[in-house]
Every structure is written in C-alpha cells, then in structure tokens.
C-alpha cells in the first residue's frame, strides 16, 4: 500500500537533547511538509521541501532543522533550542502537479521528560 | 499571507442530524479548498474538496459549497452517523513559487451523539 509512515509514533526527550523525527513515504510525492499540532490551534506548517536538496522555512521553523537528501524521507530535528517541543507532529506529502491534496502519515507525538 | 477562519470550534449534533461548518478565507488568489477529518490519534485525511472554478460539490453524504466572492466555504453532512464524529479541518490554498502550500483552519469537533 501506498503511504506515508511515521516513527516512532511516541518520543520522549530530556532536557537538552535533541531528537530526530523520521518520514518516510512511497507515493513517488516530490513535495513534503511538517506541520505542528497543538490542541486548538490546528496545523502550523514548521518546514517544506518541494524537491529533493531544497526546503524552506514554514511559519515556526525556529528550533526546528530539517534534511532531504531523498524523494521518499524527509526527517525532522528537534533541536534543543525550541523550548516548547511538546506536540504531535505530523508529516505530509503531496504531487508538485497543481493544487493536490495532501496525504499525511499518522503523527508522532513528542513529550518532555 | 493568508488567513483562514473555522466555526464553529465544537459542534455537537444528534444521529441523523446534518452538521454545517463554516470557513473564510482572506486571499483572493486562493483556488484550492480542500477538507480533511482527523480521528484520535491519526493523520488528517482528505474527505472532499473543491477548486475556485466550481460552486459546490457533492459526495454521497457530504457537499461542499464555495462563494468566491463572499470568500466562504462551507462542509456539509447530512444524516450524521457516530462515526463521522471527530476533528474536520479546512484549507485554502494557492500557487506559490511553483507550490501549493495550505493554509489551515483551527478545526472543528464534531461529535455525533447516538
């Protein structure tokens, strides 16, 4: 089945650390995205990536960094610099061929210990 | 940039029921409109959408309606079922340097009571 795959689905990080987010998709999407999801603020886009070696900033991308150095992954680190990191953070993906909808993978929800 | 506005933020409904939800957006050029229902736990997914070129849009029990110049659009779902309970996002969107990058509502929670 075609889809984008999230992990892990929790993560925990510790004061000072940073953590990597993985996404990885096989819908042959050349744009990817991350968005942020807090309760009652909907989705705030953090980093996008129209084609591979390229991203750009979305509106929250401080604290945030971001690789694509494939068509199919797209990870995300939370450095220790963004200071409210608690989240769910959802990964999406779509066709650069007009307006599409995107397809998005299933969260990965991040905790502070 | 764009601005875009959901109501209502909750919205509880009986079985069988229609729910409406409402949003507007503040960009002109926005063409794209698409809905997306999000369960606990889950990714949002895609459930209808429509393109500035078309007025309203109709899939079995949901429709979408666009005013273009109202700059509105609105989700509809008629005869309500339990499972159609959850979070209902909005989104606008337009070309952008070669993108399409949303633009999303805040969401609504629809609960659907048996």
């Known amino acids: 089945d075609g889809g984008i795959t999230q992990s892990p689905k929790y993560l925990f990080r510790k004061e000072g650390q940073n953590v990597t987010l993985s996404c990885e998709q096989n819908?042959?999407?050349?744009?990817m995205y991350w968005y942020r999801q807090d309760p009652g603020q909907g989705l705030r886009l953090i980093y996008y990536s129209q084609i591979v070696n390229d991203f750009q900033k979305g509106d929250i991308a401080e604290g945030y960094s971001v690789s694509r150095e494939k068509k199919e992954s797209f990870p995300l680190t939370v450095t220790s610099a963004q200071k409210n990191p608690t989240a769910f953070y959802l990964c999406a993906s779509s066709s650069r061929d007009r307006a599409q909808p995107q397809h998005f993978g299933d969260g990965t929800r991040l905790s502070i210990l | 940039g764009e601005n875009v506005e959901q109501h209502p933020s909750t919205l509880s409904v009986q079985e069988g029921d229609s729910a409406v939800i409402k949003c507007t957006y503040s960009?002109?050029?926005?063409?794209?409109f698409p809905w997306y229902k999000q369960e606990l736990g889950k990714g949002p997914q895609l459930i209808i959408d429509?393109?500035?070129?078309?007025g309203e849009k109709k899939d079995q029990r949901i429709a979408v309606t666009l005013n273009k110049t109202a700059k509105h659009f609105s989700l509809h779902i008629t005869e309500t079922q339990p499972e159609d309970s959850a979070v209902y996002f909005c989104?606008?969107?337009?070309?952008?340097?070669?993108?399409?990058?949303?633009?999303f509502g805040r969401g609504t929670s629809l609960i659907v009571h048996p």
């Open positions: 429509i393109r500035s070129n078309v």
């Open positions: 960009d002109s050029a926005s063409n794209y």
């Open positions: 819908l042959n999407h050349d744009a």
């Open positions: 989104a606008a969107s337009r070309a952008s340097g070669g993108s399409y990058i949303p633009t």
